[in-house]
């Protein structure tokens, strides 16, 4: 492997916003790439720890550095991809083509995950509570929706609220259609629904792998009056500073959203770090909503270092912590 002064060389890869909002895509279509000051704050971490950086950007610039011989001992991976359900998995599948080692989940972890109705599918299977759902392929499909409203309906494959408005949430057979209507024509791609769930809404942090991994936290979401109503939205979360409020909770219906997420983390498979969004039921029973095996990493805005930095973990920890549960699979 290649190494400058007994330094580990450490690639990282990325989708830069600004990049594909110049190609003349748009704020939405973009909301999960990353902003300038993410990239720098990580890569500060990185060399805080004595390790020698090397910024890669995309999949498409991975390629081209590949082809050309470049190598690296680790690469920090957060490539989001911009097309498929596979798109979070091309950079660490191709990484793997050249037996390059990366942080968090491999191929198959974040393309079951991506998708959110095969990745309830699984942990239904393995008995962690999940609404009830159904998955909307067609137009055709609306007609074969037979579960009790209110229901939720968004897009299958999306993350950061895309997709999702106060109208995602579903009173009438009508509305049902028109909601799936459009989600399948915006987004391309198949569209969740699932029963709607009026309890408590919270994000769970997780950190490491298998049986190292554990819960950082559990944190409530909570909708400010003038935000968009009935669901923590694209919308709200762009503008989270005036309409959302974080709340750092431990109570019983909490710790049981932690463990249930840390049974889902495990069950599967999902590596280094991440985040499970769940929601409560009537009875305040969490149900797993779904996992972002990617999370976002800005220091300010992003959800996991926001429920970091409430628990007293600094984002500096954060990034080191991450980095050592890769390289301890790597020594592996």
């Not at 990580?42 to 004595?50: A, M, P, Q, S, T």
């Not at 039921?281 to 992003?302: C, D, K, T, W």
């Amino acid at each position: 492997m290649s190494r400058v002064r007994n330094k580990l060389k450490i690639g990282l890869t990325y989708d830069l916003r600004e990049d594909y909002l110049k190609e003349g895509y748009g704020l939405e279509e973009t909301a999960e790439f990353d902003l300038p000051d993410t990239i720098e704050a990580i890569e500060r971490v990185i060399l805080d720890g004595g390790f020698q950086t090397d910024r890669i950007g995309n999949i498409k610039a991975l390629t081209r550095r590949l082809a050309k011989g470049d190598r690296w001992d680790l690469v920090f991976n957060i490539a989001e991809g911009l097309y498929g359900f596979g798109r979070e998995a091309q950079v660490p599948a191709l990484l793997e083509a050249f037996n390059i080692p990366y942080t968090f989940s491999d191929p198959l972890g974040n393309a079951v995950t991506l998708h959110k109705g095969f990745t309830k599918q699984i942990l239904r299977d393995l008995g962690i509570p999940t609404p009830d759902f159904t998955v909307v392929s067609d137009v055709k499909d609306i007609d074969m929706v037979h579960l009790p409203f209110p229901l939720f309906a968004k897009p299958v494959a999306e993350g950061t609220g895309k997709g999702i408005t106060a109208l995602s949430k579903i009173t009438s057979r009508k509305n049902l259609e028109k909601v799936c209507k459009q989600l399948l024509k915006d987004f391309r791609q198949p569209v969740l629904v699932e029963t709607y769930l009026p309890g408590r809404e919270f994000t769970v942090g997780i950190l490491g792998t298998g049986k190292d991994a554990r819960a950082l936290g559990a944190m409530e979401v909570i909708l400010k009056p003038d935000a968009e109503k009935n669901a923590y939205s694209y919308e709200n979360k762009e503008h989270y500073d005036k309409l959302v409020e974080y709340v750092l909770v431990n109570d019983e219906e909490a710790q049981k959203a932690m463990e249930i997420s840390l049974m889902a983390w495990r069950g599967l498979d999902l590596k280094d770090a991440g985040r499970i969004d769940l929601r409560s039921n009537v009875h305040g029973i969490p149900h797993f909503m779904e996992v972002n095996s990617l999370a976002g990493l800005n220091p300010v805005r992003s959800d996991l270092p926001i429920l970091c930095n409430k628990i007293g973990m600094s984002y500096h920890k954060l990034i080191s912590a991450i980095l050592k549960s890769a390289l301890k699979r790597v020594k592996k």
